[in-house]
């Protein structure tokens, strides 16, 4: 599943790149060389700008986006859209590969990581049918499209192309943080399966034991151990595409820096119809119908109604759609944060236990070993805290760029 993961989230950054157009714009500040025999320390306060800099798309794309007013109008702004609608159509198939693939792997019971994957793929095909079918509707209607109404779809669509890049390496940053937390598990209950591995043998010596069980034991350390080189593998896989996203060499040195610290506040902070104005002024396939609706109302003629009609109809639905993500992503932000706080909770708990085991332990009462136990349970419970903190954060971020325009 980690293998799919990553390969998910690869996949969606492609697809996104490749939707023809992105902006450029890039605020001035200081950033960390990107230079590939350079050692690139990236925190995520500097994803955005890097990619704007450097992403090998966007710097394609501006390139694109520079000669947009000579193209408008033209019989190459029509090999264009076409070029881009072939590009569409080829990753849209791809897109679908990939459902097929995940779809195939057996599960076993309800999985939210996988039914997650699935619903985020399945959406960006519905996207791409909808971006198939606006660039269609353009290379029909080219000849007697308003040139600043075809100007200004470009521009949305090269800003939005744009936010998805940035989501996307953002997603594999978060993703790799959230690899190296499961590592960390992984070594504790290593350390752990050790220890009883090691009581096990002194168990078998003495007869109480069988020669099976201690074995049971080393292969599923073996099994183990194999899982975390899995993993460690993912993580060097993830910083590889991070430093293709950021147009450096795939095996360029570079640090992933720790992730900020989750807002806890952010609820409370923020004003619900505020961030919903911003959304719809911010999201494309909204502006677009509004353009189409716009365009079409301006025509004469029977047809024109009725693709005015399909206008409005995309462009309430949309109105009705950002609400609802809204709302999800509020209840996701909210769940995150309880499951946080009961983490948290659980640490505390888990602490008490081990300090009331020392205490045992010193008057002779418990094993050595009891003590070793109560103090991975709290090693292990740390990195789950860990964990929901790192969630917590991902699920304001997905909140924070679906203010700014993203079907998220």
């Known amino acids: 599943m980690k293998k799919i993961i ?52 966007v710097r394609n794309n501006a390139i694109t986006q520079q000669g947009l007013n000579d193209m408008i109008g033209t019989p190459i702004m029509v090999d264009a859209l076409i070029a881009g609608q072939n590009q569409l159509l080829a990753m849209q198939a791809q897109t679908s590969a990939v459902l097929a693939s995940i779809m195939s792997v057996p599960s076993d019971g309800p999985d939210p990581v996988r039914d997650g994957i699935v619903m985020s793929l399945m959406n960006d095909i519905a996207s791409t049918e909808r971006d198939l079918m606006q660039m269609s509707a353009q290379i029909d209607q080219m000849r007697s499209d308003p040139v600043r109404n075809t100007f200004n779809r470009a521009v949305m669509q090269i800003n939005n192309a744009n936010r998805q890049i940035i989501w996307g390496v953002e997603s594999m940053y978060l993703g790799y943080h959230m690899l190296d ?58 910083k590889s595409q991070i430093n293709i996203m950021l147009g450096r060499e795939f095996d360029a040195p570079i640090q992933i820096s720790a992730l900020p610290e989750a807002d806890r506040e952010f609820l409370d902070s923020r004003d619900n119809e505020r961030d919903l104005r911003a959304a719809r002024g ?4 909204l502006n677009v119908a509004r353009i189409d609706m716009d365009e079409q109302s301006q025509l004469w003629g029977e047809p024109a109604r009725r693709q005015e009609a399909i206008a409005r109809n995309n462009y309430e639905g949309e109105v009705r759609a950002l609400s609802q993500r809204q709302a999800a992503l509020v209840r996701a932000i909210g769940d995150r944060l309880t499951s946080l706080e009961l983490t948290e909770e659980q640490l505390e708990i888990l602490q008490q236990t081990y300090e009331e085991t020392q205490r045992r332990f010193g008057r002779g009462l418990v094993s050595r070993n009891d003590l070793e136990q109560a ?13 929901a903190e790192a969630e917590l954060f991902g699920a304001i971020r997905r909140y924070e760029w679906f203010v700014r325009g993203l079907n998220v």
């Open 6 to 57: 990553s390969m998910v989230l690869i996949f969606c950054i492609m697809l996104s790149g490749l939707a023809i157009f992105a902006d450029v714009t890039v605020e001035a500040r200081t950033l960390p060389r990107v230079a590939n025999d350079t050692l690139l320390r990236l925190n995520h306060a500097d994803i955005e700008q890097l990619v704007l800099r450097h992403n090998p798309v």
């Open 181 to 238: 937390n499961q590592l960390r598990q992984a070594g504790e209950n290593l350390s752990i399966l050790d220890r009883n591995i090691e009581i096990m043998q002194r168990r078998q010596a003495v007869g109480h034991v069988t020669q099976r069980a201690v074995q049971s034991l080393r292969t599923t350390r073996s099994q183990l151990v194999a899982g975390i080189a899995a993993m460690e593998n993912e993580m060097e896989n993830l």
């Open 282 to 285: 911010a999201n494309a396939t």
């Open 375 to 387: 103090r991975s349970e709290i090693s292990l419970q740390e990195i789950r805290v860990a964990g």
